[in-house]
């Protein structure tokens, strides 16, 4: 698959880097309190309330007490009933010389006054009467105590949340962060050199194809939190390796360095994040790699004026960079490659840049290496710099 982003398409598509780590750390924070908020009794309550009030049961008890007017009511009628039967003949006779009771009106009179003067029956009418009536039973206050939890912040922000985000979140954990604020090499997690098995094999060498010798880490240093690579120009000889002849001595016209980080092994189900820049007419990489050229995943490429990313499985493996277009080398980005099961897949800040199946042999761990490098026969070098400000490995939560 041949990459190729038009700046246009980037402009549009691209977050910047400041609102990307925007992004990361907002994301950190709700999935933080999205699963405070899950576990709390707060929560336990709405979910219940929320099912209890709708049931069909409670939504027919509220229309009722809500909709239903006085007048249309048992008691409202009874109460009218017993005025009418007032106004009767025999009613009134009754009522002022109490003969008359075997009269039907009168016996319906009798029964309607006893009933109307219950204490049950005023307690009924007064419900009935009442304009407040949903809010004075339990259910309205369940009702009201579900609307008000409906306006909680938290669980406003809880049935809002962007749970697609928070699950991919969730898949993984931190298991490693460097912000650079150490101050010497040999106080962190880094050293000079490559990653080889044997501590016997001289690590830190250039090759004899390239313009530059590898310091044994002086080019290395930290300033503000900010890890610099730098190359300069000046004549040293060091180690180079030599397809033929092995280790040999060369003399070089430039000074790099390249570092490594055994401590912490890359294999299937890591993410690497890094943001980083670079300076200068140079090449500068960071990648994952073992003890030999292949496997290789290529984080952050810089050669040539162009960005590139890509993976080798073996030596042999040709024409396995994809070049990115649209990117400026002086601008921080955060580039990002997830080796999961089934692909390798590259980000920059937000952006899915490439993916493929090509997979790494199973059960193979890599190492962080960090360098910068010019080309044999490159010409108008300069010097230049690799700037990283963090990079942080996830692993897919068991």
Known sequence: MNLFFLRAYLR????????????????????????????????????AL???????????????????????????????RLKKLTKDKFVRQYLKTGEGDNRSAVMQYEELRKETESDDFRRRNAFWQDAHRWDNTEEGKQDARYAALMQDPDIRFYMSADTKAIE????????????????????????????????????????????QAYNKGRNVDTAGGILHIKTVKEKVTAPAWDEKKGMVMTDFGYTSDVICNDKVAIEEGSVVQVKVRCTGNLNHAICLRGSKRAPLIHLFDYRKSRFYIGAKENDKAERYLKELDGLLQSKYKVFTVSWQKDELIWYINNMEVYRTKNLLPKGEKLYIHMFSSIPAGARRVSEGELQVDWIRVFKTKN
């Open 12 to 47: 549009r598509q691209l977050l910047s880097t400041p609102k990307f780590e925007q992004t990361i750390e907002q994301t950190r924070l709700d999935a933080e309190r999205y699963h405070k908020i899950e576990q709390s009794d707060k929560l336990r309550d709405f979910l």
């Open 50 to 80: 929320e099912k209890l009030v709708a049931s069909s049961e409670f939504q027919a008890k509220k229309k009722e007490l809500t909709t239903k007017k006085y007048k249309d009511t048992d008691e409202a009628k009874k109460l009218a």
């Open 168 to 211: 991919q979140f969730d898949r993984f954990e931190k298991v490693y962060e460097d912000v650079f604020n150490w101050t010497r090499l040999e106080a962190s997690d880094w050293r000079a050199g490559m990653h080889y098995p044997s501590n016997a094999f001289v690590s830190n060498h250039a090759f004899t194809n390239e313009q």
